[in-house]
């Protein structure tokens, strides 16, 4: 059975949103922010980002998702990111290519700021790009470059990747998601307490204390190993593990 990064149902995380909120609330008030959501594979990270999201409805969204097997295809995420600006793929390269040579990302990145200046005009901006371990390396860079020079927009910038993946990331990115212009979030695992109230979700009523601690053990508390067994072991199985 396979199972997606975001397929368990959301619990938990209470602390995380909070943080997505205050860093969203900085936004607002015309400080652009960078965040890092980092964790090992299904800990939950689009959940976090998909459950923070549906609670803002005044932001315009710019959201890519890195794509193993695109990876080494130049510019691909920020393509992801233009289109949801209204930007075409040609406008996009033509600004590149009127620049800098092809393999440069600045003219990419001077593109992408404009449209963020125009955007924030209107609402907040939040860049989301999840699995951002698989995007292209021509796309972080062009994004460092933005982030870089945003002083006083109203754009937040939040890149999901996974801890095991975290090298991929250029230094310029994870630097500044971990001083004054931005902050880091870790996802730890979910505790027995949490575990229970994911096995309610998934239809699995009084799960026992011993058997949540079990799971907490044989899983390291990861929701999407959690989430694939109590699918897969019929409910009554649970209550003699």
């Known amino acids: 059975m396979t199972v997606p990064d975001n397929a368990a149902p959301f619990v938990g995380r209470h602390s995380e949103i909070a943080l997505l909120r205050a860093e969203l609330a900085t936004v607002r008030a015309g400080q652009p922010r960078l965040v890092l959501v980092d964790g090992p594979a299904g800990i939950g990270k689009s959940a976090v980002l998909d459950h923070f999201l549906s609670e803002e409805t005044d932001l315009t969204v710019l959201r890519a998702t890195g794509e193993q097997w695109e990876a080494f295809v130049a510019f691909g995420v920020a393509d992801q990111l233009m ?3 209204g930007v075409s793929n040609s406008r996009l390269l033509a600004s590149r290519n009127r620049s800098l040579p092809a393999e440069e990302p600045v ?3 001077v593109r992408i700021l404009e449209s963020l200046e125009d955007l924030e005009q209107k609402a907040p901006v939040v860049i989301v790009i999840d ?4 995007a292209d390396v021509d796309s972080l860079r062009a994004l460092l470059f933005v982030v870089r020079r945003l002083v006083g927009e109203r754009v937040l ?3 999901a990747q996974r801890s095991e993946e975290a090298p991929r990331l250029p230094e310029g990115l994870s630097r500044m998601a971990a001083g004054r212009t931005g902050t880091t979030i870790r996802l730890p695992a979910l505790p027995p307490e949490e575990i229970k109230s994911l096995a309610t979700a998934l ?3 009084r799960l026992p ?3 949540a601690r079990q799971l907490h053990a044989h899983t390291e508390g990861n929701p999407l190993y959690i989430t694939t067994l109590l699918s897969e072991m019929p409910e009554e199985r649970w209550r003699t593990w």
Not at 131 to 134: I, M, P
């Open 107 to 109: 003219g990419v990145g």
């Open 131 to 134: 699995d951002a371990h698989w």
């Open 209 to 211: 204390t011993r058997v």
């Open 203 to 205: 239809g699995v009523q």
């Open 157 to 159: 910038t939040v890149l």
């Open 83 to 85: 289109r949801r600006a």
